[in-house]
């Protein structure tokens, strides 16, 4: 028989040869969605670690203890009371390329409660400055953050809101959740954090901030990422975004977008967790406003007064 005839043996071996390929296939797609399964349901792998919540920070110079390098601040006389970093509440608007950073600091420091507000999708653009994973693509900023951040700090409180500020509808929701945002669900935050590209929704910050007496910072990056600040508005008591260097940006849409930098980002996300802390419990200088350039390393600090054309009339009618 030639050897090159085609027959029932033949087939088999083809069939067989066939078949082991596709249950070699199948075998490495099995593989791959076992190892999006364990990447979806872990930040650290098959062997992390969640640790157990801690009724109170300690000082106890132990490698068990996420405190103790935070504790060491008071036996160095930089902080005294750094345990109350517990009893405070901030909300952070925009979980970007900043307020990622914000929030993952003020989580490692052991803040006592995050609320999060922010209506975008994760996409694969993000990449390149934020703490979110390619696999994540698609889902919402918000849960993606709480998921990465909670299991840093279980002993923070998450709060997330899913939505656009700049809607009218939004507005009295935030409004409501900023009022009663407190550690004790009854007092408000004790700072609004704003980490957003656009003016719109600075204003709507002001504006609560404003309306409920909640001091209220933010954080602002160039179009160019070669520049930012961020500025402290403490109702009636500093200038509001009047004074802010930065105030409109670049319209979003199809085909051009801001530049970006991880490292400027990161810079001024640290720079604002930095100066909430400063801020909250009382050490070192707080932060007005705080202006950073990339291109010349230059750093300015200054303080903000505020408008006269935005000061009540005085007590005892007009005044000419």
Not at 2 to 19: E, N, Q, R
Request: proline share 5%; hydrophobic share 40%; glycine share 8%.
């Amino acid at each position: 028989m030639d050897s090159g005839a085609v027959g029932p043996a033949h087939d088999i071996k083809v069939t067989t040869s066939d078949l082991r390929g596709q249950v070699g296939r199948i075998q490495n797609q099995v593989k791959e969605i076992q190892e999006v399964v364990r990447m979806y349901s872990s930040t650290t792998g098959p062997r992390r670690v969640r640790r157990q919540k801690m009724d109170a920070m300690s000082s106890e110079v132990v490698d068990t203890n996420p405190y103790s390098r935070l504790m060491a601040l008071k036996s160095m006389g930089v902080v005294s009371n750094y345990e109350r970093v517990r009893d405070f509440s901030v909300a952070i608007v925009g979980i970007g390329g900043v307020g990622v950073g914000v929030c993952e600091m003020l989580t490692r420091c052991g803040i006592g409660k995050v609320l999060i507000y922010d209506y975008d999708t994760i996409e694969l653009a993000n990449m390149n400055k934020m703490f979110y994973r390619p696999e994540q693509a698609g889902w919402n900023k918000t849960m993606a953050a709480r998921h990465y951040c909670s299991e840093l700090c279980p002993d923070t409180i998450f709060e997330v809101h899913n939505m656009d500020i700049t809607h009218d509808e939004n507005r009295p929701k935030l409004k409501d959740t900023v009022a009663h945002g407190g550690v004790d669900r009854k007092s408000p935050v004790n700072l609004i954090l704003g980490c957003v590209d656009n003016l719109a929704a600075r204003q709507v910050m002001e504006a609560v901030s404003e309306e409920l007496q909640v001091p209220f910072m933010d954080a602002v990056v160039a179009d160019d990422a070669m520049s930012g600040h961020i500025q402290l508005i403490i109702p009636g008591r500093t200038g509001g975004l009047e004074a802010a260097p930065i105030k409109q940006q670049m319209d979003k849409r199809p085909g051009v977008c801001a530049a970006s930098l991880p490292t400027t980002d990161s810079i001024l996300a640290g720079l604002m967790a930095q100066n909430v802390l400063k801020y909250l419990l009382g050490f070192g200088e707080v932060a007005f406003l705080l202006s950073y350039n990339a291109v010349t390393n230059d750093f300015q600090s200054r303080m903000t007064y505020p408008d006269p054309r935005k000061q009540p009339p005085p007590a005892g009618g007009d005044h000419y």
